[in-house]
């Protein structure tokens, strides 16, 4: 496993984060078999947030009958939308949320605290000093954004250096091989993949801001669950979110160009694919579920798997 740094988190933090965002974590069961399962193959970092149901008290059962809090990164999201789709970037909804996540995963503080969505009606300074107030509380170690632009993000950063405040650590938005041609969820999603997002990834490239990709295998289009031949099967494997926001004809062309590199160098679909956001250029991070311990290695060896730039303008778009 490969590790990166994130400002003001003092633990290394592994490129592959374990993402929560499933139907297994979601119910609020038992899930220390995969905790452990990634603890051991040197996932440490764990993504998740407090829209994802159960997600919390499942980490937080784990975390309370083992001695892996100091051993994990925590990655949580707080000010998502409300079920009549209102926004909820202020300080009221920010810190109920983290009051509720700080219970139910069982802790003192969160390593990385992200607002889930922006609201651009918000003075950006105003939210810098929200989390800058939380952060000298000891409740967090870091904060930033997740489906935020990248120019809302330098904004926020411009801020933070001009009044001595900590700025922005990190982003996560919506990065994989698959394009994302719809929102979908609705509530605006926000992806840094494609031609059109080509100053988003640069800027990113030149300012060196961690990025965790979410969906980073386009919720599971390019794991290996299908094969590119098979596109007409599509609405029978993947839900609504998934054929709404990824599953396109553009996109299975991608997945055969990454079945077809993957044979070349004896890996699985879903490595390469992985290994595409990792080899970026970006400081990229890729947020991926798993659903058992062979999953997850296979997910962690990625991490080791080296992809040039040529490989992957390839796979982009098929110019060699």
């Known amino acids: ?3 990166g740094k994130i400002p003001g988190v003092d633990k290394p933090v592994s490129r592959i984060f374990l993402g929560t965002c499933t139907k297994r974590f979601m119910g609020g069961g038992d899930c220390s078999d995969l905790l452990n399962a990634a603890l051991s193959l040197g996932i440490n970092a764990i993504d998740t947030a407090r829209v994802y149901r159960g997600a919390e008290r499942s980490i937080g059962r784990w975390l309370r009958s083992s001695d892996a809090r100091e051993k994990v990164v925590i990655l949580s999201k707080c000010a998502h939308p409300d079920l009549f ?4 970037v202020n300080e009221r ?3 109920a949320d983290l009051k509720k996540s700080l219970s139910l995963l069982g802790t003192q503080y969160i390593d990385i605290y992200i607002a889930h969505r922006d609201d651009t009606s918000v003075p950006v300074g105003q939210i810098v000093e929200i989390f800058n107030a939380i952060l000298s509380e ?3 170690r870091a904060f930033g954004g997740s489906n935020w632009s990248h120019e809302r993000i330098e904004q926020a950063n411009e801020y933070a250096y001009s009044h001595n405040l900590v700025p922005f650590a990190v ?3 919506y990065y994989s091989l698959a394009e994302q041609y719809g929102d979908p969820w609705g509530k605006n999603g926000l992806g840094i993949t494609g031609s059109q997002n080509a100053p988003a990834r640069a800027w990113y490239a030149e300012s060196g801001l961690p990025v965790v990709a979410y969906s980073s295998l386009a919720r599971g289009v390019l794991s290996g669950r299908i094969k590119s031949s098979d596109y007409s099967s599509a609405g029978k494997i993947f839900d609504r979110v998934t054929m709404r926001g990824y599953v396109s004809k553009e996109n ?6 990454c079945e077809e590199l993957a044979k070349a160098k004896g890996v699985s679909v879903a490595q390469t694919a992985l290994a595409y956001v990792l080899c970026s250029g970006m400081n990229t991070f890729a947020a991926v579920s798993g659903s058992g ?6 997910n962690a060896l990625a991490a080791d798997l080296t992809l040039t730039a040529a490989e992957c303008s ?5 110019d060699r």
């Open 1 to 3: 496993m490969k590790y």
């Open 85 to 88: 789709g209102r926004k909820r």
């Open 93 to 95: 909804a920010i810190r």
């Open 138 to 140: 000891g409740k967090i």
């Open 171 to 173: 982003s996560s938005p």
């Open 252 to 257: 299975f062309e991608r997945l055969r160009r």
């Open 293 to 298: 311990a062979g999953r997850l290695k296979e």
């Open 314 to 318: 390839w796979l982009e778009s098929g």
